[in-house]
C-alpha cells in the first residue's frame, strides 16, 4: 500500500453531499443555484446506495439514508420555491 491517505466511504458520501448543498444555495452566497448540478449529485449518491445495499457496515448505511433523506428533503424546498 502507498502512503498515499485511502478514501474513506463517508469521505465520498460527504464530497458529494457538500458539492449538492452547494449547488442548491446552501453555503458559499457567492454559489449561484444551479439545480441540474445538485441533482446529479443526489442521483449519484442514489446509485452509491443501490449499488453497495448489504455490503455497508450499519454507519455506512445510516451516513448515506440519513444524507440522502436531508438532500432530497432541500431539493424539493428549493425547487418549490424557485417555481413560486
Known amino acids: 500500500m502507498s502512503s498515499e491517505q485511502q478514501v474513506e466511504f463517508s469521505g465520498l458520501v460527504l464530497g458529494f ?25 443526489i442521483d449519484i449518491l442514489s446509485l452509491l446506495s443501490e449499488k453497495t445495499k448489504g455490503n455497508l457496515i450499519e454507519e455506512e448505511s445510516k451516513l448515506l439514508s440519513e444524507a440522502l433523506l436531508d438532500l432530497k428533503t432541500k431539493y424539493a424546498d428549493v425547487t418549490k420555491s424557485q417555481n413560486s
Open 17 to 41: 453531499c457538500s458539492a449538492a448543498l452547494s449547488y442548491l444555495g446552501y453555503g458559499d452566497s457567492q454559489t449561484p443555484v444551479n439545480l441540474p448540478l445538485a441533482k446529479q449529485n
